[in-house]
């Protein structure tokens, strides 16, 4: 899945359009409502995520996402998972957008970020 399928499915969805805050590439997900994230997509050096240099660029898009603790320490474990980038480790999650991660995975885990940083009712 990549930044656009999201961009896609999120407005479809909830009705989310990109906020650019830093006015680069980096594109907050937010609640109407609230305006609280429930995501990130950004660009970030494959050094930074401890990868592999040697592909064809050094550079890949991420989405970080918020997650349960104890899934977060369950998807650290597979490939396309990584510590949360720039956020709180524990409970939020980056997800590579470079195909290694299934469509449904990232489709179901920004679900549950949404839900998770959902207005307490």
């Known amino acids: 899945m990549d930044r656009q399928k999201i961009f896609t499915y999120v407005k479809q ?3 989310t359009d990109p906020d650019y805050p830093w006015f680069d590439t980096s594109a907050v ?8 994230w429930y995501g990130l997509v950004m660009e970030v050096q494959r050094e ?4 592999p240099e040697g592909s064809m660029t050094d550079v890949i898009d991420v989405l970080n996402v918020k997650c349960d603790p104890m899934l977060v320490s369950s998807l650290r474990m597979q490939d396309g998972f990584h510590p949360a980038y720039h956020m709180n480790k524990e409970r939020w999650i980056t997800i590579r957008l470079d195909g ?5 995975t990232v489709r179901n885990l920004i679900d549950l970020s949404y839900e998770l940083t959902a207005a307490k009712k």
């Open 100 to 104: 290694s991660v299934p469509e449904a």
């Open 48 to 51: 930074k995520l401890k990868l």
């Open 13 to 15: 969805k909830y009705g």
């Open 29 to 36: 997900l937010r609640h109407k409502d609230t305006r609280k």
